[in-house]
């Protein structure tokens, strides 16, 4: 007997993977409700007001625009537009005795790895050689659009093809497909190389959400090395895309609606429909559902289903975050750690310290990453005033989110004023008198996060063997015609990683989307010159 065919389908979170899932599903000429706690699209990668000011939620920078990129190709399908800047000095990494730039070009790269570990240049040069051999091939893998796990068919068939065009590179990430960056770093001779591992697990732990010891080497490659394809402002900043995206939607037909948090949801077998409350006391009745919220929504059958309906459960710590948003005045900016005039500045600045990520740690975790948003152009909507060219900057560091949720009040606000003073301790160590230049600051938690985005673990899945390689989470579910999408399920954190996952989800619901992306007689190398 045949199913009922899916014609309506809510999204629930406007996130990156949500918005991405909407715009391929409503493309296709399904009716597509796209409910959204905040006011705003773009969850982790949207914006909030503050005293008059915008500020980035989470994410700053965008990889994967690039011509012919897997982002861009993703926009380009689903027709949003944006202008974009390329960034080449990405950030500067302050080790406790050195300064490591962090940059877009790849012969520039290559040389700032020489000579910011002169003690080991031609090891860590060689180990590099090897990262970017395996990111070469794990983008391949990506851009081809084959998924793990293997769910469908058509997940099968992509991922034979993908391999048989490409055995040569393939051959790069087989060879080490369960091993660690750890692994790779012994292999190297260079695990007990200080500051050479302190970068890399700095690196790691802001994109991959895990350090060198439990990281996959695939995936992580793909992270170290994703910077060379190139990094990218969109005009207007980061939100923008995710305003842009939700535009395109309404455009294409989405019933985009905001302030609309998804309480429950039920399935009735009789009528293969799922239907939604939302605290505004809606109720939507749909044939599908995809859940892009990383977090769980109450759901029942009249029928009883095992299994998981959210990826919220994943193994090893996952990560909220702490963040400050300030207001740097102009003088500020004008210190040796960055001076605004010059073109060379970096985009960001990571404070690589020893601040541990293990368990007994009290404090931000991992690194500081600080972000500088100078004058933008004119027509920016997120812009910061002009006034005394104070600029817009933003801190975060990992936290672990039971650290702030469910504390009395009084002890919230004490612990938050001390993380507050002990970031910038850290900071004014590295970047004198940082803090001097603060003329106004807020202070976010995952208590804050949950409160506007109902969800205090921020980071998305650690690419871990075990989440990355050996059990990934897919789109399908045990649940009838409920999907997942987001950072919390393959290929896991980041905007573009969660867009592919909105891909994803949309293909696991109309196989016919993606067929234009990737036909099984076009070898997918023709795919990365087209
Ligand atoms: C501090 C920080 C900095 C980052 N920097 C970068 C960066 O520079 N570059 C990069 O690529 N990535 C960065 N990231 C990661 C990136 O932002 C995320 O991985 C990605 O945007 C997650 O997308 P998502 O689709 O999983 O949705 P999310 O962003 O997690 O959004 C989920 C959405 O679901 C909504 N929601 C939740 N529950 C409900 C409900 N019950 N009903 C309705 N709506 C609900 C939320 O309000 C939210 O809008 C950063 C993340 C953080 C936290």
Redesign the pocket.
Known sequence: MRSRPIRSVAV???????LTASLYLAQRGHEVFL????KY??????FYAKRGMVYP???????GLEPGGLFASILQEVGVHLPLYPVNHVMDVRLPDRNVPVVASRAEWLAALKTSFPERASQVVRFWRAVEKTAQAAYLFAKARAALPVQTREDFLHILATMAANKSMLGFGVQRLRATVADALREFHLDDYGPFRLFIDAQLFDAVQTTSEWAAWLPSCLALDIYRYGVWLPQGG?PALAAAMADRARTLGVHVLFS????DATYSQASKQWCLR?NRGHELCVDAVVN????R?TTQTDEPVSGDNSASQVSGAQWG?V?IDALMSGQGVQEAWFHRDDPRAPFAIQIADDAGVDAPHEGPCGPL?ITFHPEEPAEDRYGAPTGDHAIRVTV?AHTRPHDWLNLPKAMYHERKQRWLQDMFERIDRRLPHFSEHIVTCSMGTPLTYAR????AW???VPLTVANAISRPRGPKTPWPRWYL????VFPG??????AL??FFAARSIDPRIGQRAYKMHESPSSLVRR
């Not at 409910?35 to 905040?38: F, H, S």
């Not at 939620?57 to 990889?63: D, K, M, Q």
């Open positions: 629930v979170g406007a996130g990156m993977g949500g409910l959204e706690r905040a699209p773009g969850g982790t990668a949207g939620t989470g994410a700053t920078l965008t990889f980061v609309n948090t998804v309480t939302t892009a919220t990383g977090t929504v975050a963040r990453y975060s506007y985005l109902n969800k921020v980071g998305g999408a987001g950072d919390t954190p980041g905007m573009l990683s969660a996952s909105g």
